[in-house]
């Protein structure tokens, strides 16, 4: 028998990240879990289910919008994204290492713990 929790990953009508999601389907599964005595954090997990399918629709919709007002298309969109998801990788790396050269002696695993990286999002450590 599967979980919910298993049902919610491989269930689109169940993912609440999934345009084809059924609040009133994920309502019955959430109500057969119970019943049959699952966890109660697996069922936990299904109950914010629509919460987060009203806001992955929102944002969704915000996303739209946005690309449709900058004359893009979606994969031009998709894109611009990925390279900055990759020049901030490549940048947090870039000083991650010149950080680790730095050091004198052996590198001790907690120096990662320290490390900085600056993106467009502000600084992380």
């Excluded at 739209?64 to 940048?91: G, K, S």
Aim: hydrophobic fraction near 35%.
């Amino acid at each position: 028998m599967k979980t919910l929790r298993q049902d919610l990953q491989t269930d689109k009508r169940l993912n609440p990240f999934s345009d084809a999601f059924d609040a009133e389907e994920l309502q019955r599964a959430i109500q057969k879990a119970s019943h049959d005595g699952q966890s109660p954090d697996d069922i936990s997990v299904g109950m914010v289910g629509t919460y987060l399918h009203q806001l992955y629709d929102e944002l969704r919709q915000r996303a739209r919008a946005l690309i449709t007002r900058q004359d893009l298309t979606v994969a031009e969109w998709e894109a611009a994204l990925l390279t900055r998801c990759n020049l901030a990788y490549l940048r947090g790396r870039q000083q991650g290492l010149a950080k680790l050269n730095q050091q004198n002696g052996p590198i001790a695993s907690n120096s990662f713990q320290t490390l900085e990286m600056s993106t467009a999002a502000g600084r992380f450590r």
